[in-house]
């Protein structure tokens, strides 16, 4: 049914759009202990995401609302197969997100160590959980008919799934560093620039295994050996991960993070063109997965959300991008004096 | 202890506690955006330090409101996945509307406010906490038609073993859904009100920022009014909803068991559950109950000996927060009518501003207590009469529920103590200068 489809597509968007904006965020907060030599230059770090962060974790809601009202049954079984791994994940954004609004509050170095290693840790790990659910989504889950899990959270931690995570933290990490070199002056923004000039080649290392880990491992290909046109996608996904570093070597960091930003679509659709019509496939028995169209709500349903996702996806966008854009510039030394500022 | 126990409790301490934060999101929102509309107005440097020193709290609270409420949505999922497949279809498109039309538009401007001091158009920068305020109320409503569908589940169809959605509008726009929106914000401004009037009442008996807070307390004073008297007034409209929707918890906050006319309400009451009587009957006042259900002193009222034993509610935990709950909104008219009387002679009444200190904690309680009612008031079903709470659980392993709900109970503990902590010395230090 069309409807099933076109909320399959969409679904994969609402993620992708989520990746590209807190990815930069999870890539700043890893990078935390590592390019914040001073309390001026964490400070700075912080500020770089301050405006935005709440407005990039919606995304996340959004997805996870959508896959809810739009599939319930596979909103059912993953959430509660991948339990142990989004509890992680949960508390993580939850200890992250505070470290924001708490770390600036108390005048004391023990204090400030505190919420950075809750940011550190609160960004990193959800880097590499996302990264590991979405890898073992794509090579299966072991859940039977009744929609019950057979595994635990180590299941989830095979070499294929850890190279998800390694993959998503890699991409976070660049993003973010790009990120940092746009919002940073000086030493701090030569660091940022060099960090991501030196992640990069392993990123590409990283994809590349990937991308051919995923042909013995996962069944991703067979939609693009049906329809040979989609290559295309994966095409434009690697023109950009080489286009980040090209324009790294100009130092045009703006269109360094739109070629980040491209890849990182670009790879959430890879897999989840690879995917279609799965959504959570079973590694049990293929009989078991869960599809668009088998775990799917009622087409009233669909339809009423297609509205409401037709009219507001554009506006949220339209005001969001606003808000990316008045805070454009760079953060100053001036502007942490703000008592407003993290 | 089973998965269904621990996950009961494991979802009851993380709304619990998410509902600690939302209600003064609710309220302080307004009253800033009021205070700096004000100060937009007239240029009086007072209301912009009053923007920025109710806004410095109201930003502490809203980040842990933002934190928690992440992890709720998610938990249906985990916990209660057979819940999700089977009501997906209508109550997971209202928590995506929710995100898509409402908590978008709150936690992007909230962004702005924040950082737009110096970016934004005196105007603009006010209007951006009008929409803060404007974005989380319609959050609160979507998310309480969510909660009225389990309440009283309307405009569906049981269809491919799930219940599907038949009419939106029903859904949308249902009586249940109207009440509980109304009963819960103005809760959430009594809240607020008295959050903002017992930290002034600190100052004004201080006798430190005097201007400052005796505007800041008249401010609150005229909201805490308006809507501790509104409260209970919309409040006696759910009790004849009750009756014709959900007898079960009307018996069981009354504790009420024999089916008969002229039912009356016991002040003090004791239920012996094994029994079907109460052990304690005490204060009667004649007719009382059936003039509540029904606008009449005779009309019959159902008793819980007339349900099912497996259909009925706890009686004494919904008894007890029941009266907690009305004894405190009583409580809270009284203190602000009082307040109205000598707003312009606060300074003179140290004992009632002292009160009002100590007063801070009173509608916290009394929104939890009005919950736990709601909720567990419902039991045994997670959807009136359609799905037993027993039946919705996930298949997954106890370990994993008692690990993550010891987790909950830590990390939230940990932060609620910091969050009240910032909260109570940002207080406490008084304005800085603007």
Known sequence: ??????????????????????????????????????????????????????????????????????????????????????????????????????????????????????????????????????????????????????????????????????????FFLVHGAIWLAIKSEGELHERAAGAARKLWPLLLAAALIFLTASLFVTNLYDNYIAHPALFIFILITVLALLGIRVFLAKKSYWMAWLSSAVTIVGATFYGIIGLFPNMFPSSMNPGFSLTAHNASSSPLTLKIMLIVALIFVPIVLVYQIWAYNLFRHKVTKEELGYEEAY | MDVLFLSRLQFAAATMFHFLFVPLTLGLSIMVAIMETRYVRTGDEVYLKMTKFWGKLFLINFVLGVVTGITLEFQFGTNWSRYSSFVGDIFGSLLAIEATAAFFLESTFIGVWVFGW???????????????????????IWILIA????????????????????????????KWAILEFLHTASAAYVLSAFFVMGISAYHLLKKQHSDFFARSFRIALVFG?????????????????????????????????????????????????????????????????????????????????????????????NMVSFRIMVALGVYFVVMTVIGWRIRDRLSEFPRYLKLMIYSIPLPYIASQAGWILAEVGRQPWIVYGLMKTSDATSPVATAQVFISFWAFIVVYGFLGAIGFYLIAKNAKKGPVAA
């Not at chain 1, 099933?4 to 965020?25: E, K, M, P, R, T």
């Not at chain 1, 509050?105 to 960004?123: I, N, T, Y």
């Not at chain 1, 799934?161 to 390694?166: A, F, N, T």
């Not at chain 2, 009283?152 to 038949?166: F, H």
């Open chain 1, 1 to 170: 049914m069309e409807l099933q489809n076109v909320w399959f597509f969409l679904w994969g968007l609402l993620w992708a759009i989520y990746f590209i904006s807190d990815g930069f965020d999870f890539g700043i907060g890893s990078l935390l202990p590592f390019l914040g030599k001073t309390d001026e230059d964490k400070r700075i770090m912080y500020n770089s995401m301050g405006p935005l962060w709440d407005g990039n974790e919606v995304w996340l809601i959004t997805a996870g609302g959508v896959t809810f009202a739009a599939f319930p049954t596979v909103y059912a079984v993953m959430f509660s197969s991948l339990y142990s791994a989004l509890m992680l994940i949960l508390f993580a954004l939850i200890v992250r997100g505070v470290s924001f609004e708490f770390r600036s509050q108390v005048e004391d170095p023990r204090w400030h160590k505190l919420w950075d290693a809750c940011m550190f840790v609160g960004s990193l790990l959800p880097a590499i959980l996302f990264g590991a659910a979405f890898a073992n989504i794509f090579r299966g889950i072991p859940f039977d008919g009744d929609g019950i899990y057979h595994g635990t959270l180590l299941t989830l931690l095979n070499p294929y799934g850890l190279l998800g995570g390694v993959l998503f933290l890699l």
């Open chain 2, 147 to 174: 909660n009225s569908w389990m309440q009283n589940p309307v405009g569906y169809t049981i269809r491919n073993g799930r219940a599907e959605l038949e009419s939106f509008s029903a859904v949308v726009f249902q």
């Open chain 2, 225 to 317: 009014l308006i809507f501790s008297i509104f409260e209970i007034a919309e409040g006696h409209l759910h009790g004849a909803d009750l009756a014709e929707k959900q007898p079960t918890k009307l018996a069981a906050m009354e504790s009420h068991w024999e089916t008969r006319g002229n039912a009356p309400i016991y002040l003090i009451v004791l239920p012996d559950e094994k029994n079907e009587r109460n052990s304690v009957e005490f204060l009667p006042i004649p007719g009382m109950m059936s003039l509540l259900a029904n606008h009449s002193f005779n009309a019959e009222v159902k008793g819980l000996s007339d349900f099912p034993r497996e259909e009925r509610p706890p009686v004494f935990i």
């Open chain 2, 118 to 140: 110096k970016k934004l158009s005196r105007k603009a920068h006010a209007t951006i906490m009008w929409l803060v305020a404007a974005a989380s109320t319609v959050s609160a």
